[in-house]
């Protein structure tokens, strides 16, 4: 059975974060799907660069039919996110059905905390973003998977985020062939 992931683009996204996951997935053969908050399907990211997303937010549809929801970081990206009851409504229904929810940057702290999904969870996220946060126990990681939550610190980091959600969603083998694939030699995955 084939996966089948959504990836949350509101503007002031970080691209790095948002565009090599979506390559990497793809190229394990996962189905991607990119939703736009907002009116428009061309989202711009933090860097001015503009992406066509696949779908609005309103046709991307529930949980049902997706594996996981990821969500990039970037200023105000992550806040653009976090302000919409419509997201926040879906990322708690995907952690409801025992889906993977996958964040980086900026908003595992700014989009996922709010939401109590970090409660009793460790987790990591842009340094200095987790200055404030009650809940959760914060790591210095480059990727932290607690239980089907996976976390990331920021751009540079980007590709074993991407990398760890192909071991979780497809496997070690899946995975390892992306990396082979862009010669990236990613160690032992979380």
């Given at each position: 059975?084939?996966?089948?992931?959504?990836?949350?683009?509101?503007?002031?996204?970080?691209?790095?974060e948002a565009v090599t996951p979506i390559d990497y997935l793809r190229r394990a053969g996962?189905?991607?799907?990119?939703?736009?908050?907002?009116?428009?399907?061309?989202?711009?990211?933090?860097?001015?660069?503009?992406?066509?997303?696949?779908?609005?937010?309103?046709?991307?549809?529930?949980?049902?039919?997706?594996?996981?929801?990821?969500?990039?970081?970037?200023?105000?990206?992550?806040?653009?996110?976090?302000?919409?009851?419509?997201?926040?409504?879906?990322?708690?229904?995907?952690?409801?059905?025992?889906?993977?929810?996958?964040?980086?940057?900026?908003?595992?702290?700014?989009?996922?905390?709010?939401?109590?999904?970090?409660?009793?969870?460790?987790?990591?996220?842009?340094?200095?973003?987790?200055?404030?946060?009650?809940?959760?126990?914060?790591?210095?990681?480059?990727?932290?998977?607690?239980?089907?939550?996976?976390?990331?610190?920021?751009?540079?980091?980007?590709?074993?985020?991407?990398?760890?959600?192909?071991?979780?969603?497809?496997?070690?083998?899946?995975?390892?062939?992306?990396?082979?694939?862009?010669?990236?030699?990613?160690?032992?995955?979380?």
């Open positions: 059975m084939s996966k089948k992931v959504l990836v949350l683009l509101a503007n002031g996204f970080e691209e790095v996962i189905t991607v799907v990119t939703a736009a908050l907002g009116p428009s399907k061309t989202v711009t990211g933090a860097r001015g660069i503009p992406v066509a997303a696949d779908v609005s937010l309103e046709e991307a549809g529930g949980t049902a039919a997706y594996d996981a929801v990821l969500i990039p970081g970037g200023m105000p990206g992550a806040t653009n996110l976090a302000a919409s009851a419509a997201v926040g409504a879906l990322i708690k229904d995907f952690a409801a059905a025992d889906k993977w929810v996958c964040a980086i940057c900026a908003s595992p702290a700014v989009v996922l905390a709010p939401l109590g999904l970090l409660r009793d969870r460790r987790f990591t996220c842009y340094p200095g973003a987790e200055k404030g946060l009650t809940e959760g126990k914060w790591s210095a990681e480059a990727v932290v998977v607690d239980g089907k939550i996976v976390t990331s610190r920021a751009a540079g980091t980007a590709a074993l985020w991407a990398l760890t959600i192909i071991r979780h969603l497809l496997g070690e083998q899946d995975a390892a062939k992306v990396a082979a694939s862009v010669l990236l030699e990613p160690g032992k995955l979380p």
